[in-house]
């Protein structure tokens, strides 16, 4: 079943303590780890972390708990999952440090590409964002691969990611409901590429949901530049879709559009719903922001992913 919110990672460019690998990752358009690096494991890949760790523990006895715990993070990655490449995780003194030298997203549609590189081991192909200068974070982590479950750490890094270039997902008018591209093109800017493709990642999956609660004949995608819209008798539920990690950012950007776009198409306002869609659970704070919003203008305004969106009872 394919996963329709990207996770994060932090994976480090560095074997041992001073071969840095990112030029050769960066050559080679992927991620990679060096750990037991003689394996080919190849048919692991689409597996969940705790599967892999079992399997992993069978395979490959001998090895270190940590080369094992690595390689199950790192298998686990998903397309569309948003990955930074930590350049340095030594603290400054006291002071916790992370510098993040790229960011990237895995290709691919229902699984990764894996192969094996003999000067990388185990690699996972990606498209990279555009070259920033490195950014600095008062966080530790210190190991190879980290899956990312702290909000506020994800909101930190990964703003920074969907900011580096601000991508434009308009198409024509009337543009039939497809699924749009999330594979991997040649763009004029890769990041602009990128920051379309969680976009679209997104879009696509809660347009399969939208069409599997109302039909495909009530479902339009992109029409008149609105993301999603769904025509019911007597509703119309009007969709923006945004990429950023924060539920608050995403309804912030969001909310002056759609309401735009009720005012543009004559809708009646009380046959009319709002819905912002993005990557991230919502935390209890942005459901207070949220129920603030709702209170101070009396709008129909909600948030969801795309796998937690529910029709209004």
């Known amino acids: 079943m394919t996963k329709l919110e990207p996770s994060y990672y932090i994976i480090g460019t560095k074997y041992g303590r001073t071969d840095d690998m990112l030029p050769l990752m960066l050559e080679n358009e992927v991620v990679s780890t060096g750990f037991a690096s003689e394996f080919d494991l190849s048919d692991l890949v689409g597996m969940d972390e705790e599967s ?6 069978q395979r490959m006895p001998e090895e270190s708990g940590d080369a094992k715990s690595t390689l199950a ?8 999952d948003l990955v930074a490449l930590k350049a340095h995780s030594a603290p400054s003194g006291s002071r916790p440090r992370l510098v ?5 997203v895995v290709r691919g549609q229902d699984l990764p590409s894996y192969c094996r590189i003999k000067e990388l081991g185990h690699t996972i192909a990606v498209d990279f964002l555009a070259e920033q200068e490195h950014i600095e974070f008062p966080y530790g982590y210190g190991k ?5 479950t702290d909000r506020d750490h994800i909101e930190n890094i990964f703003e920074a990611y969907r900011t580096s270039v601000e991508a434009g997902t308009d198409t024509n008018a009337g543009e039939l409901a497809a699924d749009k591209p999330t594979g991997s093109i040649e763009a004029r800017s890769r990041g602009q590429y990128i920051m379309s493709r969680t976009h679209n990642h997104l879009q696509n999956a ?3 949901r939208l069409e ?3 039909g495909s004949a009530a479902v339009e995608q992109e029409h008149n530049y609105i993301d999603l819209a769904v025509w ?3 509703k119309t539920i009007l969709v923006e879709v945004k990429s950023s990690p ?3 950012t995403c309804v912030r950007e969001a909310l002056g559009q759609l309401l735009y776009y009720g005012y543009r198409l004559s809708c009646n306002p009380r046959q009319l719903r709002f819905v912002v869609a993005g990557p991230s659970e919502p935390a209890s704070a942005d459901h207070k922001y949220l129920e603030y919003i709702r209170n101070l203008t009396g709008l129909p305004i909600v948030y969801c992913t795309p796998s937690t969106y529910a029709p209004e009872e």
Not at 73 to 80: S, T, V
Not at 100 to 104: E, G, K, P, T, V
């Open 206 to 208: 809660l347009r399969k």
């Open 232 to 234: 019911l008798d007597a």
């Open 212 to 214: 599997a609660l109302y």
């Open 144 to 148: 190879t691969v980290h899956r990312l």
């Open 246 to 248: 924060s539920p608050v």
């Open 73 to 80: 993070k790192f298998l686990a990655l998903r397309p569309g």
């Open 52 to 57: 892999l760790r079992s399997e992993l523990e």
């Open 100 to 104: 993040i030298a790229r960011y990237a």
